[in-house]
């Protein structure tokens, strides 16, 4: 992402007006060479990249402030689940036309966002497209050497938690949709709204990301769903895992349209685009665990153990027994 200013090109003048002013690191060069210094400060450097697509993470008709918020927030949900501080991020935007309200309107909650969280623009690219909208960010963050929390260290006994709660976005792309969520709280716009706005603005939980860091074995960030991502997170540390379904933190509006029969658990649970935290941590660090989150004004949950075996996470209900799933995330393929 470069902007010279100098025989200026259509591009060259789209990144000078909208991103040279988010580059306030001074690495980023204010957006005028081909590449960025990032200083290491002497931990290590955390990578993580996610692409953001119309017509698959967000609809035409969505503000752009809101999807340029989650373009950036799910990158920075992914920095959160691994103990990572934010550093820093590049951007592509592949755009149909170069539009000055969308611009303008994308680029200032890029921006917001970008100080909101302490991770500044430090670079990209712009290119046209005859296709879909696609915004790709590729996230860098910062932790102490050999201290990235990763999916491998779940063991036996571990206490399985997650932050937020399950669900809404899933039910949110259905108001959306005019679906059946959106018919059984037709009378009830707070709802729709609460759970529109998940699906459209994901709330990363970077304020844990110490927290999760000091305590946890293992954890990944939930986007596909929450029994899906469980399972990958088993399947990594090579362990099993038992979870109380009446104890996976649903909201308010999620819970009204579950009661009204929109909704199924099944949805709750393998719907994605929760972008919650979803970690293991060991026994006798549940408790610390737990108050220093309180401290960090994100809700955690405690919702089932780490069980020794390779078979896959079950889900059990309050008789303690099992619920048949039929699939267990979105997939993309």
């Known amino acids: 992402m470069t902007a010279s200013g100098v025989s200026a090109s259509g591009e060259d003048s789209l990144i000078a007006r ?24 002497g931990d290590d450097l955390v990578v993580t990249t996610d692409a953001v697509v119309e017509g698959v993470h967000f609809l035409a008709a969505d503000p752009p402030d809101t999807i340029a918020r989650k373009a950036l927030r799910v990158n920075l949900s992914d920095l959160a689940a691994k103990g990572a501080a934010p550093a820093g991020f590049v951007l592509t935007l592949a755009l149909r036309d170069a539009d000055d309200a969308w611009l303008s309107s994308f680029a200032r909650a890029l921006g917001e966002d970008a100080a909101t969280f302490g991770c500044p623009i430090l670079g990209g690219d712009t290119v046209s497209t005859p296709g879909p909208l696609m915004i790709s960010i590729t996230a860098f963050g910062r932790v102490p050497p050999g201290r990235m929390v990763r999916r491998t260290g779940a063991k036996a006994g571990d206490r399985i938690c997650v932050t937020g709660t399950i669900g809404d976005a899933a039910l949110g792309l259905d108001v959306l949709r005019d679906g059946k969520v959106a018919a059984a709280l037709a009378d009830d716009a707070a709802s729709r709204v609460a759970l529109v706005g998940r699906y459209r603005v994901p709330a990363p939980r970077n304020a844990l990301a110490v927290v999760v860091r000091d305590h946890a074995s293992a954890a990944m960030d939930v986007s596909d769903g929450l029994a899906g991502d469980l399972a990958k997170l088993c399947a990594a540390s ?14 308010p509006a999620t819970r009204a349209a579950l009661a009204k029969g929109a909704a199924t658990l099944e949805t709750i649970l393998a719907g994605g685009d929760d972008y919650e935290v979803l970690c293991t941590v060991p026994e006798n660090r549940l408790a610390d665990f737990l108050a220093q989150a309180v401290g960090t004004g994100v809700a955690v949950t405690e919702i089932g153990a780490v069980l020794a075996g390779s078979s896959a996470p079950a889900f059990v209900d309050g008789q303690g027994r099992t619920i048949a799933l039929s699939r267990l995330s979105y997939s993309h393929f």
Do not use: K, M, Q, W
Not at 19 to 40: E, K, M, Q, W, Y
Not at 238 to 251: C, H, Q, T, W
């Open 238 to 251: 090579g362990v099993s895992a038992r979870i109380e379904a009446d104890a996976v933190p649903v909201s």
């Open 18 to 41: 909208y991103f040279r002013p988010l580059a306030t690191d001074p690495g980023a060069f204010n957006l005028v060479d081909d590449a960025a210094i990032l200083t290491s400060l």
